[in-house]
Every structure is written in C-alpha cells, then in structure tokens.
C-alpha cells in the first residue's frame, strides 16, 4: 500500500512536471495496438528540458521496414532520479522531526505526574505507532534515493548466459500455465562482462516480463538470446506479440508512460531499464514492425577483457552451477565478520588473522555482546560464534540472530564434546559447523561461502521488490 | 552519560530543538549550532567530546567542517549524520577520520549508542596519544 501511495505522489508530481513539458502519452488496452488518439499530431514536438544531452529523435516517417528508436539521453531519466531523490530528502526531514517529538513525548510520559493516568497505555501504543510508520517512510524514502543516485552497485564478472538462464528457469511454472514458450539462444563461449549482477537481473526480469505481457491471452514465444558484437555483447528480448506502433516508439521509455489501464502499471519499468543499463555502460533500444512483435536490444561493453577471455577458455557453452560462478567473481566490499567466543586471546588471534586476510573484523566475548553489536552494525554479513560460553550460549545467541536478522549468517565452532549443538544449530539456521581448533584456510572458505549466500538471498529480495514496484500486479 | 559533551550542528532548528530536549533529559552535555561556522566558533571556546554533524548544509559544507574540526582537534570524535545517501561523501568523511555515519531520519536510540562508542573511543586515544589502535572493541 504504502509503494501506491509514494508512486502516486510521484506521478502527481511527475504529471505536472510532463505538463509543463508538454507531454502527452496515448493509452490502449493490453494485448491490443494502441489506436492513435485524434488530438495527437503525428509529429508531436516537444520542448526538451534544459541542459539535456543530444539525441533528438529521427523522423520515423523517413525509416523503413522494422522501425528503431533511441530513447533520449540523459535528460529526462536523470531528472526523474533528481525529482525523486529530492522529494525524498524533503521528506525525511519533516519525519525525523516528527519521529524525534514522539520520542520526546514518551520521554515525558516517564515522569511521575504520568504514572496513573488511565491513558498511559494508549498513549505509549500510539507513540510507538507513529515511530513504526516514520520508519515505513524512511524505508520507502530510500528506495526513491537509491533510484536517483549515481553511485554505482557493486561490480563483479558475470557470466552472462548464466545470469540469463537463471532467470529464465524461475519462470518456469508460470510460463506453462499461459501458452506462453521462453526460449534462449545463448552464444557460446561469451566473454565475461564487468557489471552488477542484481542490476542485470532487474532489466531482464522488467524485459521478459514485458513480453510476456505483449503476448497477452493468445500466448506465444519469447525468445532471448546472446551475441558478439565487436567490443559489446548484445543481449534480445523478442517476442511475437502484436508489435509497438511507430508514434509509440519514441516514448516507451519515458517514465510513467504506459498502456495498461490504471492501477496495472506504474509504467516505471522501462526507464529504470534505461537507466541501469545506461549506468553499465551501455545501452538499450528497440525495434519493432506493428504485428510481427517487438525486439528489445541490450547492448554492455565488455570490460576487462583479459578476466574474460581466461573464463571464457574454461566455461564453454554450458551453465556452470551458480556457485562456481560467483567463485570466479570479484567481491567488492570486504566481508564484515564477528567473532565471538569467551576465550579472549582466541578471539583477539582470529580475529588479527582475518584482518590480514582484508575482512573486516568485529569482537565479542559473549552472547550479550555480540547481540548489542549486531543490533548497532547492520553491515555484519558472518557471525563466527562458539557453541559453548557462559551466560548466554551459542545456540541461544543464534536463534536470536536468526530473529532478528534471519540473513546474517552464522558459522558455528564447536569442541568435539559439543557435536550434538552445533548440529542442531544447523537445524536452526547456521549456515556450518566447524571442529575447534579449525584450520584457517577452512573456516575462510566457509566464511566465503557464507558470504556468498547472504549475497544471493538478498539479491533474490531485492528483485522480488523491484518486480512489485514496476510490474505492479494488484 | 552525564560526563560526556556533545557538539550537535545542524541547520534544522526544529530537529534541533527536540534532539536537545531529549539528549539533555538524559544529562548530556549539550552545546548547538546552526551552521559549520557557527560550529567552528563554538569549539573554538567550548571543547566537546563529541560533534554530531549533519553533512547536508547550506553555507559550510559537512566534509569542510569535519576537515578543520579535526584540524583544530584531532581528538574530537565525529559522528555525520547524512539525509543525503550519499555513501561517497560518507565514505570520504570516514577516511578524513570521522567515526561514524547515521542515516537520516535518525533513530534516538541508534543516535546514543554511537555517542556512547565514540566516547569509549575518545577516552581510549586519549589515554595513550601514540597509540593508532583503530579497532572497535
């Protein structure tokens, strides 16, 4: 609920904004060719907004056969990211105002002209109340900001293929109920490009399921496929839906412009693609002949050839296994560890030794601690913690790890005599066990493959937001 | 938390206002500024422990201020709080030698652990000037 009501303040804005641009979008129903609205001129002229980059469209008219298009550059998209971020930034002030006087207000409950007022309860429950929703409008405010912002996403070598055909196999199911054929036609031996993975995904997730939507009742074939195309590696969704019509073209990729009805479709989809894919580097357009379906081509640079050349030689045309893939990647943030055990010399070595080894470390000596030290540092990706501690031990620090953040992974070191825990510390979520005293280059590796997990489960959450957000199914 | 002082900056009086109200109710040492410079004259003759410093500002700018804060003292720990998710200026502001970064709108209780760290960790340094012991314990 909360994503409607921010999407649509963003698209009042954006809509006076599109006003003052003179822009105007045509609409139609799903599955059907949009009919040209008799208000439109054929060659609507717009005004572009200053300072945008050139790119100013070719007349369609004068092209024949398949029609393309380029989406203008830069301008409009980057100014949508800006217009979001801001609106953003001005709402986080007024709420961290109205969060920090809630604060002050259960602050003066405590004293004592408060203690026997028959309403101190329902005071303290609203209070809280309106501490969860300022925190409902912080989170929604920084996705608004991460849309806009230019930092890039964490860059590994991907093996493209493989990206492709993990995503294509989570669609399986869904595909076989709707006469809908997803198939791949994946070069062999592509080089390895330099990219964020989640990234890649979103604007494979946002293009099949495009065409999927094209394809509408009467189904059909979605076809991807991967290609070499001198210094870029060329990526196409087609599909033999009913094809986008020429005064469509130009606008597809501008935000908010959509033709499902209302409620069905924000129309965000294909310019947060724009915008990704511009981000690596590359660049996305479109074809498309009205009746014969559309073609959606994703063009990314190959960097760092050399990394790519060397997996290339051994991958072939095959899927390697997801986790032999990301062996190959180049994490690019450390990862953050902390080690707790009572044992303080134990820790202080471990956690030196780690520290040679470029994490980053973290200590604690008990379950207490270590629980107040995940509660401040939300970056801590592994928790190396001993089965046997005083006060409170490791089994019970897990589960409340497991509580509160259930994707923090957690690595258990146990003495021989403690087996049976760690082993039902595998039953509650810890992600391995390991024999004291543990070889290094072990418990590194475990460290690793932890890490590595976490990475994958947060990537899976992350598309399942993005999918809610622009391929919105009420 | 009664022995700790705390330099709070930021151009938001509102914000200002109740963060003072409720850092002083837990007897903190409270000092305020409005602006970077503002900040830079207060320290001059009221030395804190702690300068928790919003780094989006007109007039002075966050990484500005940190930067002659640290001049003035390097034994003044910097807490930035950012509106802005801008990591890279949070990032920069870490290697200029701030302690941490808290992302606005900012959680109270959040807020009071970290002035608590970088107590511990001001008290630390000054106990042994030569010791460039960066790890959190």
Redesign the interface.
Known sequence: MNYVLVVLAVLAVASVLGWLLVRRSSGGGPGEPAKPHADIPPAAITAPPAGDDAGALEDIDDLEGPLEARPRRGGRLALLGDLAAGIAHEINNPVAIMVEEAGWIEDLLEEEEFRNSPNLEELRRALKQIKTQGARCKEVTQNLISFGQKASIKAEDVQLNDLIQDVVNSYDKRVRAGNIRIETELAALLPSCRLSPSQMQQVLLNLINNAIDALGEKGGRVLIRTALDGENIVIDVADTGPGIPPEMLDKIFDPFFTTKPVGRGAGLGLSICYGLVERMGGDLTVESMVGEGAVFHVHIPIIGREAGARKAAGTGDGAPPAEETAAGAVAATPTVVLVVDDEVPFVEALGRRLARRNFEVHTAFSGDEALQILKRRREIDVVVLDVKMPGMDGIQALRETKASRPLTEVILLSAHTTVESAIEGIKLGAFDYLLKPCDMGQLVNQIERARRRKDRQEQRIMEARIKEITSRRI | MDEMSVLLVDD?R??LE??T??LR?RKVNLEVAVSGEEALQTLQTKPVDIVVLDM?MPGMDGLQTLKEIKRINPLVEVIMLT??????AAVEGMELGAFDYL????D?D?LL??LQ?AYKRKAMRQQSPGNTLD???
């Open positions: 938001e509102e914000f109740v963060l109200k409720r109710k989006r509106g802005h998710a801008n990591v890279d992302m606005k709108p900012v109270f959040e652990f970290k760290d790890n959190d314990l």
